[in-house]
């Protein structure tokens, strides 16, 4: 039951990931969307091979979902991605990849 629950909840982490539309964000944007589709694989790599336990994998999910949630902001606010915006979201994306490395490289594994 957990096991499929895990899967149901990374499967719809995963569509909401993909229903941010490159088109919706700019060119700093897309660089962005590109950026958190690349990291939204490393996680999904570490799921599938043990790497990531459950929660580590939920933690980095929900951080991802706010990282969307700011570039949706940044977009709404004028139409496209500004400078400071793009600046903010690549600290957040910088931030999200070493928890990324270091939370695959620690001595936990899922069983």
């Given amino acids: 039951m957990k096991k499929t ?3 149901l909840m990374a499967s719809l982490t995963l569509m909401g990931t993909m229903a941010l539309p490159v088109t919706a964000l700019a060119k700093g944007g897309r660089i962005v969307k590109q950026r958190i589709d690349r ?25 991802h979902g706010k990282i ?4 949706l902001i940044a977009k709404s606010n004028d ?3 500004g400078p400071r915006e793009f600046v ?3 600290v957040e994306l910088n ?3 070493r928890n990324i490395y270091r939370l ?3 001595n936990w ?3």
């Fill in 68 to 71: 969307i949630a700011d570039a």
């Fill in 79 to 81: 139409g496209h991605i």
């Fill in 88 to 90: 903010g979201l690549n």
């Fill in 95 to 97: 931030h999200a990849s």
């Fill in 109 to 111: 594994t899922a069983t």
């Fill in 104 to 106: 695959k490289h620690n």
């Fill in 5 to 7: 629950l895990t899967i």
């Fill in 39 to 63: 990291q939204q694989l490393r996680i999904n790599h570490g799921t599938r091979n043990g790497e990531l336990t459950r929660r580590e994998a939920r933690r980095l999910e929900a951080w």
